[in-house]
């Protein structure tokens, strides 16, 4: 064997024999191959020098006075700080006997006198290397209960998140077709108190369980595809829906891929979605007021304006017929006068509502059509997709409402109850000219209206 001198320490020995020649021999030998090497005489020196320094193995010989090799070994292992050190007996005993007294004292290995280095050596290595993986596997033992430790605190933790978030949280487990590879389905890995209170289920019955596509069916079914995507394409999903559980009504939620399937939390938004409606609701109501007559509660000019400008530029991509009437009400300053204001503003109302009845009325099926008070006692019906055939039929049969309404009129020059006389135009809109040139053509036709003794209707030409 090739005994190389080496400097590194392959580790720390302490020999224990009584004959000085003996640990001289053996430490001169281990120290060029590289071992610390600490050597004693007796046994009681040998328990003393391994509590100062703890050495990786000893090497005792049997047969010593006072305290032999055995007692050494057992009084080691008796020791809770010191029994682990691997203790090789070195003796010139070489009866079974003996051996098996070595072994039952807790040594590790036995070598016969005389020996041979190599031997030495290679029952060294061997108990080193044991000692070496016992270090790294109590060092691997101690970072698995460290792990363990922090695992079980982040679970702690996320128990405590989830317990305590005022958000729902979920996990949810793709289940896929063996065939197709299809997603049928969502498993319930994780659900938090909030979610079992919403959906008014135990957690018990929920974890585990094929529950989603199911719960979905009652809610919103296309959702569940919606969820499907999450998971194949990696593309979260957020919208609020409403599902009615004690006193609320309307949730937001956040669905985002996790492995292969996805986590979603829910937030609670009834509030603020009633807040919205109301304002939602509020804001209606402003626009309708800002569009509302507020005498005659038809549309108002502003709203007839925007509208015609709409159906204009509407109607000219089309290429449809656009119609305007233009109506007043015949001899209304002397009304006023015999009958005065208040009166004034009742017969207004009445023209205007019986026109806008009849208008809405389910039977012409003419939803899209506007009636507004175009300023004091005029009128305007706006009649989109409608011809001038069309137009005249509407506008005779305003003049019949109103005649119907039998409005007493003892001042009017015309007949004794409340009369209109009527405009008519029609157009198919262009972009090239603007709507005004439909109100002037209205109210030119309005005006040979009443040049013809009013109570009637005339049309542009």
């Known amino acids: 064997m090739n005994l190389d001198i080496e400097t590194e320490n392959k580790g720390n020995i302490l020999l ?42 000893i090497l005792l010989d049997i047969k010593m006075p006072e305290m032999d090799g055995y007692q050494v070994c057992q009084a080691l292992k008796a020791d809770e700080d010191l029994r682990n050190i691997p203790v090789i007996f070195i003796s010139a005993l070489d009866d079974v006997f003996d051996k098996v007294t070595a072994f039952n004292s807790g040594g590790v290995d036995y070598i016969t006198k005389p020996f041979q280095i190599e031997e030495v050596v290679a029952r060294l290595e061997n ?18 209960r460290q792990t363990e430790e922090v695992l079980y605190q982040s679970r702690a933790l996320l128990a405590s998140v989830l317990n305590s978030s005022l958000d729902g949280i979920a996990a949810m487990q793709a289940v896929r077709k063996p065939e197709t590879g299809d997603i049928e389905d969502f498993r319930c890995l994780v659900v938090n108190p909030v979610i079992s209170r919403v959906f008014q289920r135990n957690r018990e019955d929920m974890i585990g369980k094929l529950v989603l596509k199911k719960f979905l069916t009652h809610i919103e079914p296309e959702l569940f595809d919606k969820f499907v995507e999450v998971v194949e394409t990696g593309e979260p999903l957020e ?7 004690g006193d609320s009504s309307w949730y937001h939620f956040v669905a985002v891929k996790l492995g292969d399937g996805f986590a979603i939390t829910i937030r609670d938004i009834t ?12 804001n209606k109501k402003l626009e309708e007021l800002a569009n509302l007559d507020g005498l005659t509660q038809v549309a108002n000019r502003r709203c007839f304006n925007n509208r015609l400008q709409k159906e204009w530029q509407g109607l000219a991509q089309e290429q449809e017929t656009l119609s305007l009437i233009l109506f007043d009400i015949d001899a209304f300053k002397r009304y006023n006068d015999y009958y005065g204001h208040l009166a004034g503003d009742d017969c207004l109302l009445k023209i205007a509502q019986a026109v806008y009845q009849f208008i809405r009325h389910k039977d012409l099926n003419r939803p899209i059509d506007l009636v507004a008070r175009y300023g004091g006692e005029e009128f305007v019906v706006l009649l989109p997709n409608t011809n001038l055939a069309g137009a005249i039929k509407v506008a005779s049969r305003i003049q019949a409402v109103i005649h119907d309404l039998q409005i007493p009129h003892t001042a009017s020059h015309v007949r004794d109850i409340v009369t209109v006389s009527l405009g008519i135009a029609s157009v198919i809109p262009t972009l090239e000219v603007k709507p005004d040139k439909l109100i002037a053509d209205a109210d030119k036709a309005l005006y040979d209206a009443k040049q013809q003794g009013r109570d009637r209707y005339a049309y542009y030409q």
């Open 239 to 245: 919208r609020d829906f409403y599902y009615p559980s």
């Open 16 to 57: 224990v024999d009584d004959i000085p020649e003996n640990l001289q021999l053996l430490s001169d030998l281990l120290i060029k191959l590289g071992y610390i090497v600490r050597s004693v005489t007796s046994g009681r020196m040998a328990l003393k020098t391994v509590k100062v320094k703890r050495p990786d193995v």
């Open 271 to 282: 509030a603020r979605k009633q807040i919205e409606i109301a304002l939602q609701d509020a």
């Open 127 to 144: 108990q080193l290397t044991i000692q070496r993986q016992q270090r790294l596997l109590e060092q691997e033992v101690t970072n698995r």
